[in-house]
């Protein structure tokens, strides 16, 4: 009886350090996740030839603002738009 308590006890303390291990990982991804900042847009880098700025494309009395954009403008007139958070504009 004492030889199955102590295989138990064995078993119990592998699953444990299993479970521990695995939540480790875990928390490493999401804090590594946390660490990255997100894109603003996926329309380029920023750079001296570039204006970029959020801006309100949709608004009403009720709602305020509820379509966001953050666009970019080029030094030699193009543009690119990308949606953004709603929170951005307000």
Excluded at 18 to 27: H, N, P
């Amino acid at each position: 009886m004492l030889n199955h308590e102590s295989s138990m006890n064995r078993i119990r303390s592998l699953l444990n350090r299993q479970r521990l291990m695995t939540s480790m990982l875990a928390l490493g991804l999401v804090l590594g996740a946390l660490a990255i900042p997100p894109a603003e847009a996926d329309i380029g880098t920023i750079d001296d030839s570039k204006t970029c700025a959020y801006g309100c494309v949709g608004w009403d009395a009720g709602r305020g603002c509820y379509n966001c954009q953050f666009c970019c403008s080029w030094s030699d007139g193009s543009w690119a738009c990308n949606g953004a958070a709603t929170s951005m504009c307000n």
